[in-house]
């Protein structure tokens, strides 16, 4: 099953190499520029939401600081590319910050906290202009002179394919295996010597790394930026959307979540005007109804269904006391 | 010699003003939050949407929203009630970041749907009352919607604390708050018991809503600074305790405007947020929690 | 040469006493039980062991390092494995894999884990179920897997709490007999058991009686068993016939 998830994406981000040189208008390759960039931002999450099982609404954290470090670090006279490496650098250094504190909460604590940290980073954005340029915005240098928009839409695909890549090896990974016991039951993780809290840290420190640089490829694009629109709530909602409605946990859950989602937002800004929204919203609503695992978690479910029924019963045996019955019973919730 | 005293009194009244009206919204979320576990996206949208309820009646009949606001509630009661029957029901089972996902669907409905009906322009209501200012002695001085406000919040805030410790409501809920699998043993209905204490919960929200209007400016994302608001009062209260909460809104209220005052405004939400980090770094139980979070 | 040392350790918990001024040693593949009525304290005592809670007082030796304050996972590191009284599976993985990521403290091979996981499961019986889903398990299987798991963290010394509980007679048993085996590898088991006394008197070396968290008694299973305070403290008459 994840050969095949693996092999369907790589064709697909193989020919979303291709697609550039068919002729579309910058104004689709934005777009389409979006649709990667969010696959690539989703898939850094599921490290931490989807294996790990840590809800993280406070990426944009990571995404705003790597857009910030390639623009203020510029203006320092750094080179675009040195600078882009130094706002990576930050972004991993405030998931450890962040990560230090957060991790110790479980659960929906974990969310809110991540949340507030991402929160207080705008704010300080938007009341430091003599740092940052406060709401006035800072310029970011071009990283690509020629062709821009074709460069930066190959750079998503091809970050959006470093963190597939980077995925499907830590899920085969004792790392992976590891991270998922930590979702599993971190007490039971615990118990035969897994480090839960350096395996998070060291989860939320890749996903912040490809978050950052996700950023800093977003803010050389629109070449001007300002604290709500690289480090606002709606961003980090964005990321965690698309992955858990893709299929948080799964391979290419994100990439997929991504692709239909970003395209439906599109589709629905066309089509329903000042309704796309409303729209979205019931979307997300009916998926999360429906498709509870995500599209690619359902999916491959329902694919299982369908391979031949194991040799051995499920049945379980006679219990001889009650306490058997309910520690069976504790356990089937 | 006067100033350094009475200039932070009034920050502090102003303050404790404010935050009675948090402590209304922030009880409603404690309650959800306690009894669920749910952390409810859409608790912003609900006071919005108590706050354009509230308007639209307003218009029609200028009777004053301190009047009105229980229609707020019946109208956010029957909405959250709704809420969870149809939507948060079918998926209890499902992990965590679903249920919150399908809140964050559900308000981005709401708010939309507001901005198609009333447009996206800042609206706000003239009453009689916010010209009149009560004095105490030279010094201070309280706008009087202010007061009222506080005095229903206060009022409310007392009404949910005792229906949740002195009626069979509040027993059932506490019950499920510390043993969701005991309490349906106990011939408790859970689902109907959450389906009320998400309806209470919102109604809470809408009725803060209504009480806004008169001091607030009404636009569709208004809910949006009032949800992050409930969230630091829910952990700052501690594992969904209501009175917690309560204090934390008045805690949070004062803090705000004491920032306001020295620091400016835009940095009353960003101590918001410090305060929150702090808490839940040195006593992630909350400063009136017992137990791990 | 002991291998594991507890000396006077103590734990409270608000107003309750949990562990009183505990002493014990256990030697190196030895089968000690710990046996007492239920809240006797030995759930809390393995959880100071492995230092899920940390001790109020006393201190705790283990293979001559001290322990008494430690990470849940470094106990797990240093080679005390430990299954817990309410089973914990990892639901969504199989069987096999469950047992993997204990292997995986040893290994950071896949390969490697699963062989280590494979001949655990082989010695539990277990090969049959192997790549079954742990979800679907009856509670005899899942009991095994807990074992399993920890012993694929290859301990030197393992905590088994309430291992048998809820099994038919005839599970339990023939648990324990693989239990008995346990010293073969080396490893030493101290158990925790409320009442099932029949896998104790086969499988024990030495029994420790714990009551309110008191060590009341200590000995040889067929002795401590017939000490007067032991059956008082259990009061029932479940022991009449193994006391007479």
Known sequence: MRKWQLLIAAVFLLAALFVPLFGLTDYTLQILFRVFLFAALGLAWNLVGGYAGQLSLGHAAYFGVGAYG????????????AAVLLGVVLAMI??????????????????????????????????????????VGVQVPLLFAHSPVRSFYWSVVLLTAFALGLSAWIERSRFGYYLMAIREDQDTALSVGVNAARCKLWALLISAAITGLGGALYASMFLFIVPDQVLPMEISTEIAIVAMLGGAGTLIGPLVGSVLLESAAEIFKNVFKEANLLIYGVLIIVVVLFMPEGIVGTFTRKLALFKKAPAVPFAAPVPATIEAESERAALNE | ??????????????????????????????????????????????????????????????????YEFPLAGILLFFVGYATYMGLLRPIRGQVDFMVILLTMGLALVLTDGAQLVFGADYHQINIPLLSRNIHLGSQISINAPWLVSFAIAMALAGALYWVVTHTMFGRAARAIAQNPYAAPLMGINVNRVQAVAFGIGSAAAGISGALLLPVFYLFPEVGNQFKLKSFVMVVLGGMGSIQGAAIAGLVLGVVESLTSLYWGNEWALAVDFVLFILVLSLKPSGIFGSQRA | MSLLEVKRVSKRFGGLKAINDVSFSVKPSEVTFIVGPNGAGKTTLFNLITSIFHVDSGSINFDGRDITHLTPNGAAQIGIGRTFQLVKPLRNLTVLENVMLGAFLRTSSRAKAEKEATKVLSFLQMEKVMHLPARGMGLPTLKRLEIARALATQPKLILLDEVVAGLPTSEAIKLAMLLKRLPEWGISTIGGIEHVMQVVMRVADRVIVLDHGTLIAEGVPQDVVHRPEVIEAYLGSKYKEIAL
């Open chain 1, 94 to 135: 405030c998931a450890a910050m962040i990560g230090s504190v957060s991790f110790r909460l479980r659960g929906p604590y974990f969310a809110l906290c991540t949340i507030a940290f991402a929160e207080v980073l705008r704010l300080v954005a938007k009341n430091l202009p003599n740092v940052t340029g406060g709401d």
């Open chain 2, 1 to 66: 010699m006067v100033n350094w005293f009475y200039i932070p009194l009034q920050g502090i009244i102003n303050g404790l003003l404010t935050g009675a009206l948090y402590a209304l919204i922030g009880m409603g979320m404690a309650l959800i939050f306690g009894v669920m576990r749910i952390v409810n996206f859409a608790h912003g949208a609900f006071l919005m949407m108590g706050m354009y309820a509230t308007y639209v009646v307003f218009q029609a009949t200028g009777v004053s929203p301190y």
């Open chain 1, 70 to 81: 390639l623009a203020l670090f510029s203006k320092l006279g750094i080179s675009p590319w």
